[in-house]
């Protein structure tokens, strides 16, 4: 069977975004505001107080509700101030939320990495920086930490005017680390900070080797300075590499080489910054989303206006289903950032996401019209089209899309998979097979496009031998996908292996059993392998999973005729 549409956001895989977990004793129970919990026809226990804040600010905390979780554990410390647990879980809450409690209970967590992290973010803004160099010095120096420590510290020194002590620190770990590239780059922006232009120049060219591949603030921090430095082919070259490597950042094109000049560091304050976000777009990179998003927090806690960091953010909450947070996280974001447009589209999804189209497609209006040569916003236009079944005007959007693209590569596949989706969902098939084929041109083994298109070549009883291939090698990849095991048992039982058909059907419901269509097809497979009885279970179980409209009455069918073929029933009376 054909995967079901493909999401219109293309939003990252969900992951959890907390390590609490939800109390055994509440996963039948709704606990709303003061903790009371409820289960359908049993008397009501209200939890009150402290008890009732804790166990309702867990629930909210494992929902991933931040702001409700941070009110319940806040209001639960004014009743029972001093309860460790109830710290701990605050502490969390409200750096996870963006709250500034948090630095206030920082205050009470001896011991706490975050905490002491947070804290010294506190003195950097102070303008402490002996007290925050000694709070760094007790961090204790494991996991993750380890990497970020240093560069820190680095920038501490650097703050308190203390340059050479912060080149001391991250030197060794610029010759000798499997990370220099990182460290290298932190070295550059403070010698560049300082002025030390021959230091600054021998690390951004490490980092620059180093990168494994231009990120977008590495490829910014290297225009900045190509550019102070009056080398703006340099600088050119390095933002068209992003450009052409980076999908959507294409959009902010223009405004990233207008901004070229500009420092992304300034201060030591925004260099400790760029350090955290790094580690989060790693931590991300390894779906370690908890520890991602607090080093987030103290990115922004220290630079609010990091719109990398603001997008981050946003994605991790999105991947979370927060969805109404992640729009939230993008809303400071002002319109004179040279990642603005990137961030209009992201906001078009989460708009199209939370169900206000007419908000999703005003924002593409304007991101198309500041970039009329580029295909981004028609693109996700025929995305949310298309997740509304307005397949049709979905294809126009897609046109509109496919006429912009600069040159096609590998990259490009997802959007003629996507036309050829509206295509035949609009009954022109000719011009849809052109497009899925076109699509494995460009990328020959993406198992949705074989998955696709050999699926549908088995409906019109064509090409079932091609077919079968494309989905054997579609399984390969996929083997505990049920959508594309079910496409290739039903394409071995249209070529007229019934055993082979069923064993691979009845897999496909294994792994999938709650989609119609695989139930459906195993119904068929049985009936023609003489399991009538099993036949008309899989068709009844079919009808129960809301399948598409068109298949209910064929099921209907089926049911009738299976019953008048079996005696059950007689058969329907001719219609003179």
Known sequence: MPMSLPPALRVLRRSALLTMTLLSACAAAEVVNSGQAMTPGAPVLAITGAPGDYLGGRFAASEGDMGKASDLFLQGLKLDPGNPDMEQEAFLATVLGGRPEAVTLAAQMPGNTTAELLLTNADVKAGRWDSAERRLAGVAKQGPIQLLQPLLLAWVQQGAGHTDAAEATLKPLVEGNRFRGGFALHAALIADLAGRD???????????????????????????????????????????????????????????????????????????????LALAGALRGQESNDLALIMLRLSLDLRPDLSVARLLVAEILDANHQTDDALQALKPVPSSDPLILVVQLREAAL????????????????????????????????????????????????????????????????????????????????????DFLHALELSPDEPDVLNYLAYSWTEQGKNLPRARKMLERAVEQRPNDGAVVDSLGWVVFHQGDIPGGVRLLEHAVELDPTDATVNYHLGDAYWAAGRKLEAQFQWRRALSLKPEPEDVAKLQAKLHESEVALGNLPPAKSIP
């Open 351 to 434: 708009e199209a996401k939370i169900g206000d189209t007419d908000a999703a497609l005003k924002l593409l209006d304007t991101v198309a019209a500041a970039t009329p040569d580029r295909p981004e916003a028609y693109a996700m236009r025929g995305d949310i089209l298309r997740e509304q079944k307005k397949f049709a005007d979905a294809v126009v959007a897609y046109n509109a899309a496919v006429k912009r693209i600069p040159h096609q590569d590998r990259s490009n596949w997802p959007l003629f998979y996507e036309r050829g989706i509206s295509l035949e969902r609009s009954q022109n098939w000719p011009l849809a097979e052109a």
């Open 198 to 276: 021959a230091d600054a120049q021998k690390f951004y060219a490490i980092a620059a080797a180093d990168s494994g591949g231009v990120s977008l603030q590495l490829a910014r921090m290297l225009a900045s300075w190509y550019t102070r430095k009056g080398h703006e082919p340099e600088a050119e070259k390095v933002l068209a590499t992003l450009q052409d490597s980076s999908g959507e950042i294409g959009v902010s094109g223009p405004a990233l080489y207008k901004a070229a000049g500009q420092r992304l560091v300034s201060t030591p304050a925004e260099g400790m910054a760029e350090a955290y």
